[in-house]
Nanobody, 114 residues
Framework: QVQLVESGGGLVQAGGSLRLSCAAS????????MGWYRQAPGKQREFVAS???????NYADSIEGRFTISRDSTKNTVHLQMNILKPEDTAVYYC????????WGQGTQVTVSS
């Protein structure tokens, strides 16, 4: 059983920064992909960024180089550094780990005020 716990969400003004973290506990596969998704009110959940255990990263085009994903593989912890935040980045951000199974965190709210 894998559990994902997110932290770091909050309220920030446009142009500001936030750093999200997600810690995985339990029996995660040694080779896996961890990532972030987000869901804004009234919209479908969408991909934000991902990173595999070999360090390969992928980003959504909408991020436009403003976000950086990183991980500490020894701890199965992933971070999302979000800079130059915009009001349209407001959403609940979810951590995901795909390995032996597909696991999701509870989500953390990010609100960007204009």
């Amino acid at each position: 059983q894998v559990q994902l716990v997110e932290s770091g969400g909050g309220l920030v003004q446009a142009g500001g920064s936030l750093r999200l973290s997600c810690a995985a506990s339990g029996s995660a596969a040694s080779i896996n992909v961890m990532g972030w998704y987000r869901q804004a009110p009234g919209k479908q959940r969408e991909f934000v960024a991902s990173i595999s255990t070999d360090g390969t990263t992928n980003y959504a085009d909408s991020i436009e180089g403003r976000f950086t994903i990183s991980r500490d593989s020894t701890k199965n912890t992933v971070h999302l550094q979000m800079n130059i935040l915009k009001p349209e980045d407001t959403a609940v951000y979810y951590c995901r780990l795909v390995g032996l199974g597909d696991h999701w965190g509870q989500g953390t709210q990010v609100t960007v005020s204009s």
